[in-house]
């Protein structure tokens, strides 16, 4: 390229920096006299202006939201089964009762029963069975009275309950309504027979000692395990009736090797002064040293499914 070239090319560009330059003082020029004439045309107009521009708003601190966590309902089954067992203890024919006293002011409305001279109306126990919730803070809760000579009857109690769940009335008469039915049960898990032998002996021993006093309880309990006799001894002798097993390893001939863990439900009969008592104990067994050990004494420790 030529020395004539190079000097006219270079001489472009202060041309146009210039013209850019100038052209930033007239925008100047011109927002300086719009100012002006804001400013002398009056506040009105100034306002006006003010108004017209752009603002950035900051936004405003989010307020933290409080949280209300809602009081868990309080059961009323309890205050039904004491109305209850107090109401069918009342009579409309003396109102002086302390029993009626106190079913009044469990429910201050509600109308007490007039029983027959000579009729059985006092129940040997009454139970709560059962809870209902209903909505507004109600409840309707089935009471079981059963009386001495065996009979049964249910009442559903309708019950409300505060806010707070710490004040319970009863708002109307008992209903007698059929009871409960009874829930569909699922399979045992307990699907292997074990025979007698080493696992039978250990289980027998150890409620023997947790029954009936003989021995040292500790000495049929895997290390860590914390168990104590039931005190005082409630039966004299407890005999070992069947033993089933979960794990199909519970049933074999000879004790497997270390940390083998099986469940098992021992069912026994246990004796005293007063008869003989068939009771029932789930149990978890582990293998030490060549010998069954008592890992827990957990009812309803296994799960149905479990290997058979």
Do not use: C, H, N
Request: proline letters at 7%; charged letters at 15%.
């Amino acid at each position: 390229m030529s020395i004539g070239k190079q000097a006219s090319g270079g001489g472009a560009a202060p041309m146009a920096a210039g013209a850019s330059l100038e052209a930033m003082r007239q925008r100047v020029r011109l927002s300086r006299l719009a100012v002006w004439t804001v400013i002398a045309a009056g506040p009105v107009a100034l306002a006006v202006a003010l108004a017209s521009t752009p603002t950035t708003v900051a936004a405003a601190p989010a307020t933290p939201t409080a949280v209300r966590t809602a009081a868990v309902a309080a059961d009323p089954a309890g205050y039904a089964q004491l109305f209850l067992d107090t109401w069918l203890r009342s009579s409309t024919d003396d109102a002086t009762t302390a029993q009626v006293r106190l079913a009044q002011s469990l429910a201050p409305d509600v109308d007490l029963p007039d029983p027959a001279p000579g009729a059985q109306s006092k129940p040997a126990s009454v139970t709560a069975v059962r809870s209902a919730q209903r909505g507004g803070g109600t409840w309707s809760v089935t009471v079981a009275a059963q009386w001495a000579d065996g009979s049964v009857r249910y009442y559903a109690v309708p019950v409300a309950t505060s806010r707070s769940g710490a004040a319970f009335t009863v708002t109307g008469t008992p209903a007698v309504v059929a009871g409960p039915g009874r829930a569909a049960v699922a399979a045992s898990p307990y699907g292997v027979t074990v025979p007698d032998g080493d696992l039978s002996s250990a289980v027998g021993e150890f409620l023997g000692a947790y029954l009936t006093g003989g021995g040292e309880v500790s000495r049929y309990l895997a290390p860590g395990v914390a168990l104590t006799a039931v005190a005082p001894a409630p039966y004299t002798a407890v005999t070992v009736e069947q033993v089933l097993a979960v794990e199909k390893v519970a049933a074999a001939e000879q004790v497997p090797g270390d940390g083998a863990r099986v469940r098992i439900a021992a069912r026994v009969q246990a004796r005293d002064a007063a008869g003989r008592w068939p009771l029932t104990y789930e149990l978890v067994m582990r293998t030490r040293s060549g010998r069954w050990e008592v890992a827990a004494l957990e009812p309803g420790a296994a799960q149905a499914g479990g290997e058979r």
